[in-house]
Each structure stands twice: as structure tokens, then as C-alpha cells.
């Protein structure tokens, strides 16, 4: 089995707005079924019965989980359910945090914590190892182990039937019905410093693609790549790739403000290719960034980004970082920048450095509270102590950006 758990209630996350379907699981599920296993899927963002539930109906060899960093404790009192239903099933715990900082989830109830190359380590202890010769892996966690080199999976497409009784329940923002799109491994430009990122980039074969596009149902696709506007080659033959084959959907992505000021005839071409929304990556907000009126600053960068989607009918959703030196001023500037951004979506949060990245060691002193705290840890961030000014600290300057009238 592999499951999709649901973050804590208190936990600040994406299904507050949106709920991607667990592409990261149906790619693991269809690996393991061309290596003939008999695999389920359960997703417990949307299951109503618990997971010890499922776990009695069947006698299931290995439960494998995908977790976030707001996915730790819940993930250890799942994996505690299901040892008390099934003693003797493996439990396997994946995902972005466990490769970043695997010891998170270090439990008597955990076997394995996959901290590289998950779909390819998956298939290998599913082929009937033992436990401790799972263990041995070089894909599996162990303290003191050197961690192996990248393997992405070649030729693997998603395994879509595998969701098929939660498909009509998968949305995007405002998409009802949304499928989800993953085209390069990894990032071409990672910067290393609040990115969990290792470096490592391997793109999918085009015609691969727009096979799996043409397979899809849903109207709408979320391409979920790191930045998809990282190449214009790239756009342009997509863009070909689509009207070679005759497929017609809605897109949205990921990329950066630069890009798009740079190149608006490639936004042109992706708008007339059925792209409606960017999501657009800016640098945090420094004070300095929101004061300075003489020279071309991120702020700039983003009205300039806004107006030329605008234009071509793209809707602009953004994630805007507040710097460590923000003071009341600058929040008051801030609401006054966001009013030029209309119509644009935009989320505006306090920049941090996450667990397993270059910058979390240097700066883990100068926060505010401890990961310890994973439920509030995935949109819900804590900040810099120094962000923190009297009793309420500046969390009365966030809730002036939701609340100010225009």
C-alpha cells in the first residue's frame, strides 16, 4: 500500500486551496506494478475511513508513506497504527523531508526511511529482501552512511488509474478537475541557500510527455516543475510538441518574474497556448527593496510582471518573502505595492531556511522557535527573533496585509 497522509489540522498547507493529486505515489505505484506487484493507493486528504482501516482489510507486505516536513509526527502515528493492525508489515516513509533530514522521522515503528532515489529504492525492497537486507540499501537511510549518487527513472509514467476513485475530487485554486504534470527532474538552477534542492537535473524525453499529456483527462494541468521557464528552446518546442499532437488544455506553472519581463513574446506564446496562470518566483523583500524609488528593485520586477501577463490574459499568483530588516514602514509599503499588483494572487510570508539546507545551520540560533513544531512548518514558517517586536511582533503586520482596505 501507499498512502497520502494528512497534515494536522492545525497545519497552515496547500489543501487549504488546492489538492494536487499525489503524483509523487502514482509514479512509485507504477514502477512497482511493471515489476508485477499488486499495489493500492490511499488518500487520506480525502478518505474519510482511517488508515488502520484499510491496513485490516488486507494483508499488505510493505505501507509506504510520502511526507512533507508538516507530515513527521503524523506520519510516526500512522506507522504506529499500522504496526498495531500488522506487526509484521514493513512501513516505508518517503518524500522531500525524508531526503532532506531523514532523522526526522527515526521511530520503532518506521523499518526504512528512503532518503534517495525513491522510486527506483521502493522497487528493490518490494522485491521480497528481507528487512535488514532493505536496510543495506544504499537508497535507505542508516547513521553513518554515505549518501548515493542520483538515479532518476527513465521511461516511467505516472500511473493514473491507480487514483481513479479520488480523480474527480483533485483541484487546483479554482480548477475543479486538475491533473498534475511533471516534466524535468530536479532543478536546472538551484540556489542553494532556502532550497532543499541537491543540484541534480535530468529532463524527460518530449515525446514521453506529450504521450502522458494526451493520456490525461482532466481539463486542466498542473505543471509542477521548479521553474518551467527556465529555457526558451524549451517553451518553443513544447509549445510546437502540442500543436503537433492536437492536444488543447489549460496550464498553469511555475517560473520566475524575470523571465517574464524579458521575454513577454514567450509568455505571449504559452497564453495562446493555453496557459492562464504563472506562478512567479521573486526574491524576499528587504527594506531596502521597498524604500528604494531610484534604481529598478524585485518590487519593480513584479508590477512589471503583472502588467505584461495582464496583458496577454494570464492570471499572476506570487509568493512574496518579507526580509529579516522589515520594520512597520515597510509593511505599511508593502500594502501600498500590493495595491498595484491587482489582479494578482499573492502570498506574502517571512523568508526562512528550512532544515537540510546550506543556510539553516548558520541561521537556526536566529529563529524564532523550534522545528520541533513540524505540524505549523510547511506554509506556516517561523521567522527570524529579530522579526519579533513586542508582544504581538510583526504577526499584527501580516494581518494589516489581509485586513487593510483598499
Known amino acids: 500500500m ?14 487549504r486551496f488546492m489538492i494536487p493529486e499525489p503524483l509523487e505515489l502514482e509514479i512509485v505505484a507504477a514502477h512497482l506494478r511493471n515489476l508485477g506487484h499488486d499495489v493500492d493507493l490511499v488518500d487520506l486528504v480525502l478518505e474519510r475511513r482511517p488508515l488502520r482501516w484499510f491496513v485490516s482489510r488486507k494483508q499488505y507486505d510493505i505501507v509506504g508513506f510520502t ?18 493492525v500488522s506487526p509484521r508489515t514493513q512501513v516505508v516513509v518517503g518524500g522531500i523531508h525524508a531526503e532532506s533530514v531523514p532523522t526526522d522521522f527515526v521511530d520503532a515503528s518506521i523499518d526504512h526511511i528512503v532518503w ?3 522510486v527506483i529504492t521502493m522497487g528493490r525492497i518490494a522485491s521480497g529482501m528481507s528487512a535488514a537486507e532493505a536496510a543495506c540499501l544504499p537508497g535507505v537511510w542508516g547513521s553513518g552512511k554515505a549518501k548515493p549518487a ?9 500511473d493514473r488509474t491507480i487514483t481513479a476513485k479520488y480523480r474527480n475530487r483533485y483541484t487546483y485554486i479554482h480548477h475543479e478537475r486538475s491533473a498534475s504534470l511533471k516534466m524535468p527532474y530536479g532543478c536546472e538552477a538551484p540556489c542553494g541557500t532556502f532550497c532543499t534542492h541537491d543540484g541534480s537535473y535530468a529532463e524527460r524525453d518530449l515525446d514521453e510527455v506529450m504521450d502522458e499529456l494526451a493520456g490525461i483527462a482532466e481539463p486542466h494541468v498542473f505543471i509542477v516543475d521548479d521553474n518551467f521557464l527556465s529555457r526558451p528552446s524549451g517553451i518553443r518546442r513544447f509549445c510546437e510538441s502540442l500543436d503537433a499532437r ?5 496550464f498553469s506553472a511555475f517560473g520566475r518574474a524575470d523571465y517574464v519581463t524579458e521575454h513577454p513574446d514567450d509568455i505571449r506564446l504559452l497564453a495562446e497556448h493555453g496557459f492562464e496562470g504563472l506562478f512567479l518566483g521573486v526574491p524576499s523583500l528587504p527594506r531596502s527593496d521597498l524604500a528604494n524609488e531610484g534604481t ?5 520586477l513584479v508590477i512589471e510582471a503583472v502588467r505584461v501577463l495582464e496583458e496577454v490574459g494570464v492570471q499572476c499568483y506570487s509568493d512574496l518573502f518579507t526580509g529579516e530588516d522589515c520594520g512597520r514602514a515597510d509593511f505599511d509599503r508593502l500594502i501600498d505595492f500590493l495595491h498595484q499588483l491587482e489582479p494578482a494572487m499573492v502570498n506574502v510570508q517571512p523568508v526562512t531556511p528550512m532544515p537540510g539546507t546550506r543556510h539553516y545551520d548558520d541561521e537556526r540560533e536566529r529563529l524564532s522557535q523550534s ?9 506556516g514558517k517561523r521567522v527570524y527573533r529579530r522579526m519579533l517586536r513586542g508582544a504581538m511582533g510583526n504577526t499584527w503586520q501580516y494581518l494589516k496585509l ?3 482596505p483598499g
Open 296 to 300: 529598478r528593485t524585485s518590487v519593480e
Open 150 to 158: 542520483v538515479e532518476h527513472p527513465q521511461g516511467l509514467m505516472p
Open 402 to 404: 489581509i485586513v487593510r
Open 116 to 118: 534517495a532515489n525513491g
Open 67 to 84: 511526507a512533507y516536513i508538516n507530515h513527521v509526527q503524523v506520519v510516526k502515528r500512522l506507522a504506529r497504527d499500522v504496526k498495531r
Open 2 to 15: 501507499l498512502a497520502r497522509p494528512k497534515p494536522d489540522s492545525r497545519s497552515v498547507n496547500v489543501q
Open 246 to 250: 492536437g492536444i488543447s488544455k489549460r
Open 371 to 379: 522545528w520541533r513544531r513540524y505540524i505549523k512548518h510547511r506554509y
